[in-house]
């Protein structure tokens, strides 16, 4: 089955851990990308990759990190979790490099940072 | 700074009837334009997307663009219960690297 899987689903953390969200698809899609959703805010990009080894900043990339080592994975790293990161976040992926093909999402991880 | 604009509701819209929502967005350039279906707490999913001036059908769903008055719509015919989900538009501007712009939802309920 195509699908984009995100792991852990919820997690509940303390500020200043460390924390990796990971994010893998099946669909060999060239680009992935991964964003936060908050209530009044709507979805917003954080950060997106076009291919292995290019990332680039979305909207809002401030604390976070990601990484893409390979075609498949995506994780996003919350280097020093501030409560102001609580957030749903969704990673998502498509055929294209340049994002225009249809974005499929992951089932979202749910994070409270305390 | 590219937006992209939507009635936040709830539209309210009987059983059976049509449900008509509306997006506008900024970007000139935009060249792609989708609609995703998103139930509370869960994923979105993509309802439908154009990319030509005009109207696309899909089932009960009909997605309406026009590129001069830089408005895309989404009509749902015969509206049922399962309706009943936030409705977010969304946008990929010129060449697409960055990905969507989302609006921020219109709540569509679905009146037994």
């Known amino acids: 089955e195509a699908q984009v899987t995100q792991n852990p689903r919820y997690l509940i953390t303390v500020t200043g851990k460390k924390l990796t969200v990971t994010c893998s698809q099946n669909?060999?899609?060239?680009?992935m990308s991964w964003y936060r959703q908050d209530p009044g805010l709507g979805l917003r990009q954080i950060y997106y990759?076009?291919?292995?080894?290019?990332?680039d900043k979305g909207d809002v990339p401030e604390g976070y990190k990601v990484s893409r080592k390979e075609k498949r994975n995506f994780p996003l790293i919350l280097e020093s979790p501030s409560p102001n990161q609580t957030s749903l976040y969704f990673c998502?992926?498509?055929?294209?490099?340049?994002?225009?093909?249809?974005?499929?999402f992951g089932p979202g991880t749910r994070l409270l940072v305390l | 700074q590219k937006e992209v604009e939507q009635n936040s509701g709830p539209l309210s819209v009987p059983e059976g009837a049509i449900a008509s929502l509306n997006c506008t967005y900024s970007?000139?350039?935009?060249?792609?334009f989708f609609w995703y279906r998103q139930y509370s707490g869960k994923s979105p999913e993509l309802i439908m997307f154009?990319?030509?001036?005009g109207d696309k059908e899909d089932g009960r769903f009909t997605a309406q663009l026009n590129k001069a008055s830089q408005y895309v719509s989404l009509l749902i015919r015969d509206s049922q219960p399962s309706d009943s989900a936030t409705y977010l538009c969304?946008?990929?501007?010129?060449?697409?690297?960055?990905?969507?712009?989302f609006g921020k939802g219109t709540h569509l309920i679905i009146q037994p």
């Open positions: 970007d000139r350039g935009s060249q792609s």
């Open positions: 969304a946008v990929i501007s010129g060449g697409g690297a960055d990905g969507l712009t």
């Open positions: 154009i990319y030509s001036n």
């Open positions: 669909m060999n899609h060239e680009y």
């Open positions: 990759s076009m291919n292995v080894e290019v990332t």
């Open positions: 998502a992926s498509s055929a294209g490099t340049g994002g225009q093909e249809t974005q499929y």
